[in-house]
């Protein structure tokens, strides 16, 4: 039996799992355990930003098998809906030079040339999903220039926590997935349209969630 970590920054996003199946774990973060779809499952809320997240996955994923993360995103130009995150960078890991942000990948010597800065997830099992990269960074984006500037990297998507899981599961040399559903697009009014779709985009990236878990 494989031991799934599935990590949601929000609790409105990690309730909408498994309807709230599982007993509590104790330790630093919210979390809960209990054996579903022939896995161990730990649905952990880990809070907002990259260092909470990157601090769960380290805690909680050092048994585990494969890392997963669920809940909600901003779309760069993305439609709504649910995508399986194919691959994510880290948009504030980089170098300021003159007049320019160069992005690199996150751990890795932000000094000469910048290679490819995403880190790959686990191969999609078939969920029929739209595909995105995401980029992750610890700033809610609700600025159309930041947005346009998120974009030129290729992503499609921007919250702030996969990119930093996407890392602590490279470090640890396990897989990770992550299945995210759009509440806003980066602009003016994104701190309004989120609040008005959490709930909704949370259960939306959980039922792939669920999907995606009883299939592997």
């Not at 161990?40 to 993360?69: F, P, Q, Y």
């Not at 990269?133 to 974009?151: H, Y």
């Not at 897989?175 to 609040?195: L, M, Q």
Request: proline residues 5%.
């Amino acid at each position: 039996m494989s031991h799934i970590l599935i990590l949601a920054a929000l609790p409105e996003e990690a309730d909408a799992l498994f309807a709230r199946a599982g007993e509590p774990v104790a330790g630093p973060f919210a979390a809960r355990r209990f054996d579903g779809s022939g896995h161990r499952l730990t649905i952990a809320t880990c809070g907002l930003g990259k260092v909470n997240a990157a601090l769960c996955a380290g805690v909680l994923g050092a048994d585990a098998d494969l890392l997963l993360m669920t809940g909600t995103c901003g779309s760069l130009g993305a439609a709504p809906g649910a995508y399986w995150i194919a691959e994510a960078l880290q948009h504030d890991y980089g170098a300021n030079q003159p007049g320019l942000f160069r992005r690199y990948r996150a751990g890795e010597w932000p000094i000469g040339e910048a290679g490819e800065a995403h880190f790959r997830a686990m191969a999609d099992p078939g969920l029929g999903l739209p595909h995105a990269r995401i980029a992750s960074g610890d700033s809610f984006v609700a600025c159309p220039d930041a947005a346009a500037d998120l974009a030129a990297l290729g992503a499609t998507l921007v919250d702030m926590e996969v990119g930093a899981v996407a890392q602590v599961a490279a470090r640890l040399g396990k897989p990770w997935g992550a299945i995210k559903a759009v509440t806003d697009e980066a602009n003016g009014d994104s701190a309004g349209d989120f609040h008005v779709n959490l709930v909704r985009a949370a259960r939306a990236a959980a039922r792939e969630i669920e999907r995606l878990v009883a299939m592997i």
